[in-house]
């Protein structure tokens, strides 16, 4: 399989822990992104990296997550001290022209 | 405001009418406007793009930009069950290239009865 990859696909936390999730990007795309969706809502749009740049961070975005893309390949999207209101799908996306969704990881903050 | 709207729905056409989904947005410069369709359970995947006022068809699907008004829309014309989906609208915003950050609006959810 050549496309988005994500994982884990489900993870189940208690409030106050830290989490991380993978995303593995088609190879040749240069641009990723990370969205959060919840139930009845489209995608909110997270942060972007070309290559290995951050270009943008929503503001909307606590200072509790963080994201990395070491060598412009996989990306890394960390939530620390998980909050109830941090249960989502986090969908990765990555692009040279249109944009290619991976299936998400589903967070569960209990 | 919401940068892109959308109607929630339910929307339910019966099988084999015309599908006409809408979405206004805020931003007068925006350029680049996108249809996505999202399964339950599954992430979106794009069906159609439109830059040019006007209409641009797809097989079924047909995208109709008024930039004057602000308004994109998509029509599904045969419709089928299996076009049962939640159909997001998504905007560049300004200053962004189409390959780009898209902003999303929050979906309307279309049904197809048989």
């Known amino acids: 399989d050549t496309g988005v990859s994500q994982n884990p696909r489900h993870k189940i936390t208690k409030r106050g822990q830290n989490v991380t999730f993978r995303c593995d990007p088609i190879?040749?795309?240069?641009?990723l992104y990370w969205y959060r969706q919840t139930l009845g809502q489209g995608p909110e749009f997270l942060t972007y990296?070309?290559?290995?740049?951050?270009?943008?961070k929503s503001r909307l975005l606590s200072d509790r997550f963080s994201a990395e893309r070491p060598k412009g390949s996989f990306s890394t999207l960390e939530i620390q001290r998980t909050e109830q209101g941090d249960s989502a799908m986090y969908l990765c996306?990555?692009?040279?022209?249109?944009?290619?969704f991976g299936e998400g990881s589903r967070l569960t903050v209990l | 405001q919401k940068e892109v709207e959308q109607n929630s729905g339910p929307l339910s056409v019966p099988e084999g009418a015309i599908a006409s989904l809408n979405c206004t947005y805020s931003?007068?410069?925006?350029?680049?406007f996108f249809w996505y369709r999202q399964y339950s359970g599954k992430s979106p995947e794009l069906i159609m793009f439109?830059?040019?006022?006007g209409d641009k068809e797809d097989g079924r699907f047909t995208a109709q930009l008024n930039k004057a008004s602000q308004y994109v829309s998509l029509l599904i014309r045969d419709s089928q069950p299996s076009d049962s989906a939640t159909y997001l609208c998504?905007?560049?915003?300004?200053?962004?290239?189409?390959?780009?950050?898209?902003?999303f609006g929050s979906g309307t959810r279309l049904s197809i009865r048989p």
């Open positions: 998504a905007v560049n915003p300004p200053g962004y290239s189409s390959a780009s950050k898209i902003i």
């Open positions: 190879s040749e795309h240069n641009r």
């Open positions: 990296f070309q290559n290995e740049a951050q270009l943008e």
């Open positions: 931003d007068r410069g925006s350029q680049s």
């Open positions: 996306a990555s692009n040279t022209a249109e944009l290619f």
């Open positions: 439109i830059y040019s006022n």
